[in-house]
């Protein structure tokens, strides 16, 4: 399911972008919601982040697009922005809020998917989770596809990436909430693998390359079908 916003005080350009919406998704094969505003500052007052790709008209009464943008990439920085306006030079100062692109009215279809594709590609770079670590003497901020794996340690957790290692104190289950959405599956009940990393599994044994770690009788059917799952496979 592919979120769009449209946010325009023209009713008869909101139309249009929702026709070539329409039709994008009959051409992709892809489902698409959108969620039509007219007003910049009842946009921001109801986001709840829950957009991949907004088409955000500058010139608005109450509250204008580039505003509208500061306020949202405050709580949000992985949605695609995409200005829309009649005067090009204002959709410049668009790179202030790390706007993916503008559009020049009137739209052509043509340019609205190509720049629609745009802000889907930047929105799904930036979604990926990130884990804030605090060691102690430092704080590291770790992108999930880093962390090849995750073990407990009795009160501790010690977070493995490729060429360093992270002790903190947590807990796995905490942990597991955030990651098994990102592709991340317990082997045994103390051990949190990135699937992504897997290179070999057999019945009691994975391998993240040279690292081997241990599967448990318990946990065996699961991991091999969130394995299988994740690698597009059929069990």
């Known amino acids: 399911m592919l979120r769009i916003a449209l946010v325009d005080d023209d009713r008869e350009h909101l139309e249009l972008m929702k026709s070539y919406l329409e039709r994008y998704s009959e051409e992709e094969g892809v489902r698409v919601s959108v969620k039509e505003f007219q007003n910049g500052l009842n946009f921001v007052e109801d986001y709840d982040g829950n957009f991949d790709v907004i088409f955000l008209d500058i010139e608005m009464p109450h509250l204008d697009g580039l505003e509208a943008a500061r306020r949202i990439r405050r709580a949000d920085q992985s949605v695609g922005i995409i200005f829309v306006t009649n005067m090009a030079q204002y959709a410049i100062r668009g790179y202030e809020v790390n706007a993916i692109d ?30 804030v670590i605090d060691t102690g003497d430092t704080v590291v901020k770790l992108r999930s596809s880093r962390i090849t794996y995750i073990e407990k340690d009795k009160n501790y957790l010690i977070y493995h990436t490729a060429d360093e290692a992270f002790r903190i104190r947590g807990t796995l289950a905490d942990v597991e909430k955030v990651l098994n959405p990102e592709g991340f599956s317990r082997c045994i009940s103390g051990c949190l693998v990135n699937l992504k990393y897997v290179t070999r599994a057999s019945k009691d044994t994975v391998w993240l390359d040279e690292v081997q770690l241990p599967i448990s009788r318990q946990r065996r059917k699961a991991f091999k079908e969130e394995l299988m799952k994740y690698m597009g496979g059929v069990c």
Not at 103 to 119: E, N, S
Not at 123 to 128: A, G
């Open 102 to 131: 503008f559009i020049v009215k009137p739209v052509q279809y043509y340019v609205f998917t190509d720049k629609l594709k745009k802000a889907i590609r930047f929105s799904q770079m930036n979604t990926e989770k990130e884990i």
